[in-house]
């Protein structure tokens, strides 16, 4: 059984955690353990359809942000890493001084004290030189930056098209190496 804990904060792109969250459950021996943050669920309902409710019933295991004594803030709690998505510059740059003010940051501040594999899905622009700072100090430490920048060799037609790419690299980086999008093969 795979363990994925799944931070959402407050940037644009919810769509991104909604749809990561719907193909990992339909993976059998995954399981997901998601932490919103209060921007992230002001999102929610300004950018999807989704309820709270709808997008918590995605998860296996759900937290609440303000919840330091969760499973999830602590390394002896095991698991296959953590992904933030979307990441706002703010969550970023606590991650990158060490500041975990809420469990989304502090989880992400112990994988990788743990040293175990962060995918961090940033979202703003354009970048300033502090967001540009603070990722590449995140990278150095071995996280993976995956932004939704999308491509377009694969023709994508509708906007669930260019989702389904981002997810498909996300779950690249987890080794789960589903066919959800078209994959460049060669011309
Ligand atoms: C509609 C909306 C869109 C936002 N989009 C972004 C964004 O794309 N990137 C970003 O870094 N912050 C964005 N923000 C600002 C963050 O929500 C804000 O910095 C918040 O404090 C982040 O807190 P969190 O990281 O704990 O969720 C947005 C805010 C709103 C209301």
């Known amino acids: 059984m795979k363990k994925i804990v799944v931070g959402v904060t407050g940037a644009s792109g919810t769509i991104y955690a909604i749809d990561l969250l719907k193909k990992l459950r339909l993976i059998p021996d995954v399981e997901t353990h998601l932490v919103m943050s209060a921007w992230a669920k002001k ?3 300004l950018e999807t359809d989704y309820t709270l409710d709808q997008i918590k019933a995605l998860a296996d295991v759900v937290y609440s942000d303000r919840d330091q004594g ?3 803030a602590s390394g002896s ?4 890493g953590m992904v933030i998505v979307p990441a706002s510059m703010k969550t970023v740059a606590g991650i990158a001084y060490g500041f975990g003010d809420n469990l989304v940051a502090r989880a ?3 994988t990788i004290k743990e ?3 962060l ?3 940033p979202r703003e622009t354009p970048l300033s030189v502090i ?3 603070n990722l590449t100090k995140l990278a150095k430490l071995g996280a993976q930056i995956i932004p939704p920048i999308p491509a377009f060799y694969n023709q994508p037609r509708t906007i669930q098209d260019l989702v389904d790419h981002q997810t498909m690299k996300v779950l690249d980086a987890f080794g789960i190496h ?3 999008a078209k994959r460049w093969e060669g011309d």
């Open 108 to 110: 992400a501040d112990v």
């Open 70 to 72: 969760a499973a999830i």
């Open 119 to 121: 995918v961090i899905v």
């Open 77 to 80: 709690f095991l698991n296959d």
């Open 178 to 180: 589903e066919q959800t």
């Open 131 to 133: 967001h540009l700072e």
């Open 115 to 117: 040293q175990r594999k």
């Open 43 to 45: 999102n929610l309902a």
